[in-house]
């Protein structure tokens, strides 16, 4: 009888909570929130001050290439276990917006 009950609790310590019904798991958003209109909002020329003003400052800087910044979202849904990445990385020369590319295009729709 002992060993069935420890038996039974090492199953279920091995199993986890994922099996039950009824248990809660919560949505895993990490990295920088950009939306299409915050893309639409840059332009060519900005400084770095108004590009953080606009879109908040960047997960990642380019340790290599000052001029490069990269704004990173992912979210993993804890009901369906679906996983999303959005980047976006913004390129600087002279402390001016240069250009970008990634999943965001300015006056356009998430390509996502």
């Given at each position: ?17 994922s099996g ?14 950009v939306?299409q ?12 001050n108004q590009?953080?003003?606009v ?5 990642v800087t380019d ?16 009901s ?5 990445r959005?980047r ?12 970008l590319n ?7 729709g998430?390509?996502?």
């Amino acid at each position: 009888m002992q060993k069935l009950l420890i038996a039974a609790v090492l199953t279920v310590a091995l199993t986890g909570c994922s099996g039950f019904p009824g248990v809660y798991k919560i949505d895993l958003p990490q990295g920088n929130v950009v939306t299409q209109e915050m893309v639409d909002q840059l332009r060519p020329g900005m400084t770095q001050n108004q590009v953080r003003f606009v879109m908040g400052s960047p997960l990642v800087t380019d340790t290599f290439h000052e001029g490069r910044w990269d704004y990173i979202y992912s979210m993993k849904s804890g009901s369906d276990d679906s996983y999303t990445r959005e980047r976006i990385s913004l390129y600087f020369t002279d402390g001016k917006l240069s250009g970008l590319n990634g999943d965001f295009r300015p006056g356009g729709g998430s390509e996502g």
